[in-house]
């Protein structure tokens, strides 16, 4: 049989067999100096981030007088309603929508900052190891880059078609603050995706990722929005899930992300 190569998938068709996507761009130039004003605010601490900041990076040494290596703040829109209004939430859903279904729904949105010489990688996982199970997995994940990514300063590393395969065992990192799998830039369908500041890339909850450590002297500020069925959305808040609205604490929730005895 001959096979030939398919010309054009559609967004949503690279979605479903890469794991991951390309959006395109979500914010203009101008829209996206107005999200850094705001994320910087959040930095600095003039919007109170409380228990929601911590450090996506803390298992690695800190550097004197650095509070992070990896600032991650979970629910900017809950902390700053006003943002949920700003352009980008109604773009993503749109996007969202159109690669999971109608049915889409924010489920939360967070903000993870690499700083100038952070260097500190985030550790390979896949989102849905921190999610509990849920009957319909349909996610998606859309991170929105506010400065150029590329390798160097932290843009995002897939494995395509990780999707497709059994979550892998996680494990805690070694501070226990958050989780990390056995993964690596040398695998199969391992996969930088540079964009833009302004644009973003989809991924499902299956799908590996990480990102290296800052190393350049430029910051690396995104904006992740996080959607999956209204209905699945209902059921996680029945069990008393809300990523870190109330009590902010990441762990291993799926069990078929559980690591076994070993540890593996
Ligand atoms: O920005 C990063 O380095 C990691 C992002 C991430 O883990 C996510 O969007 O799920």
Same mark, same amino acid.
């Given at each position: 049989m001959v096979v030939t190569a398919s010309t054009s998938l559609t967004r949503t068709q690279v979605f479903e067999r890469d794991g991951f996507v390309s959006t395109g761009e979500l914010l203009s130039a101008a829209e996206v100096e107005s999200y850094r004003d705001l994320y910087d605010r959040f930095l600095r601490g003039e919007i109170d981030s409380g228990d929601k900041r *911590? @450090?996506?990076? *803390? !298992?690695a040494p800190r550097r004197?007088?650095?509070? $992070?290596?990896i600032t991650q703040i979970m629910w900017p829109s809950a902390l700053h309603p006003p943002l949920a209004d700003l352009p980008l939430h109604a773009r993503a859903l749109a996007v969202a929508r159109g690669l999971i279904? @109608?049915?889409?729904?924010?489920d939360f949105d967070m903000l993870i900052h690499k700083a100038p010489h952070s260097a500190t990688p985030t550790p390979w996982h896949q989102d849905a190891a921190y999610w509990i199970d849920l009957p319909d997995t349909r996610a998606v994940s859309i991170w929105v880059a506010l400065d150029d990514a590329e390798p160097d300063n932290g843009c995002m590393w897939y494995i395509a078609? *990780? !999707?497709? $395969? #059994?979550l892998r065992p996680h494990r805690p990192t070694g501070d226990g603050k958050n989780i990390q799998t056995d993964a690596t $830039?040398? $695998? #199969?369908?391992?996969t930088p995706v540079p964009l833009p500041a302004g644009h973003g890339v989809a991924h499902t909850g299956g799908t590996l990722h990480s990102s290296r450590g800052n190393t350049t002297d430029r910051v690396r500020r995104a904006y992740i929005l996080n959607y999956r069925p209204a209905a699945m959305i209902a059921l996680e808040r029945g069990q008393g899930e809300d990523h870190g609205l109330g009590t902010n604490e990441r762990k291993v929730r799926n069990a078929g992300a559980t690591a076994d005895e070993t540890g593996a």
């Open positions: *911590s @450090d996506l990076g *803390s !298992h004197d007088g650095v509070a $992070e290596n279904g @109608d049915d889409a729904m924010l078609g *990780s !999707h497709r $395969e #059994p $830039e040398g $695998e #199969p369908g391992a």
